[in-house]
């Protein structure tokens, strides 16, 4: 009987053992995916608007090209607001946005009004000495298009973003409200035809420019 009992008590042991590593491997696992996803948000962007070109002409007194874009906004539910269209000498334009990042942990947990940065595009313009041009998109004072809110008191949507700018300057209200910094920012690139130019917000970052060739088939075609 004892090197009986003495053998059901070592596999008590090694059973006890093997549920114990089996855990210890599922709870390794879990929180391995649980990073996984939280890297996967850090590193998330979101479209939120798009450039094309749609025509170039050459000015004879100046001796210069002027590009005409096509700027479509999306809001943040990704439907596209109204195209607006600019003309600049030139073909380096940047936009000129405020972005406001929120804290990693608002970022991770995917946060349903901090889960990204935040962004209001102000204005688009070119560089070049007595030639710069710039154009608004958005004014500070009002409500950017991209973020309005349907079935709201609009009074207090506008005071919100009438105080936007104080999250720069007040650090105990930007703590309040989950904001790691506020910043201008200005993205740009070479606008040329045939591309597709892409502005992604990253959820804990700024802005960016991708581009993307068309497809060949509507190359040269006037698309309506």
């Known amino acids: 009987m004892p090197p009986k009992s003495k053998l059901s008590l070592g596999r008590i042991f090694v059973v006890a053992a093997v549920i114990v590593g089996g855990i210890a491997i599922a709870q390794l696992i879990q929180e391995r995916k649980v990073l996984a996803k939280i890297i996967e948000r850090l590193k998330a962007d979101t479209r939120v608007a798009e450039v094309l070109v749609t025509g170039v002409q050459f000015n004879e007194e100046m001796q210069k090209n002027f590009t005409t874009i096509k700027f479509l906004e999306f809001d943040t539910d990704g439907k596209e607001l109204v195209p607006k269209y600019f003309t600049f000498p030139g073909n380096v334009i ?12 608002f970022v991770m947990a995917g946060d349903g009004l901090r889960g990204r940065s935040a962004y209001l595009f102000w204005k688009v313009f070119t560089l070049d000495g007595p030639n710069t041009r710039e154009f608004p998109i958005n004014y500070m004072s009002e409500v950017p298009a991209g973020y309005k809110v349907a079935g709201i008191d609009r009074k207090v949507e506008e ?61 040269g075609e006037k698309i309506l």
């Open 94 to 105: 940047q936009f000129q946005s405020l972005v406001v990042r929120f804290d990693d942990k």
């Open 159 to 219: 005071k919100f973003w009438r105080h936007f700018w104080q999250y720069a300057f007040d650090e105990k209200a930007a703590q309040r409200a989950g904001v790691k910094n506020v910043q201008i920012e200005a993205p740009g690139a070479v606008f040329v035809p045939g591309y597709v130019y892409i502005i992604k917000i990253e959820h804990d970052g700024g802005l960016r420019i991708d581009t993307q060739k068309l497809p060949p088939i509507i190359r």
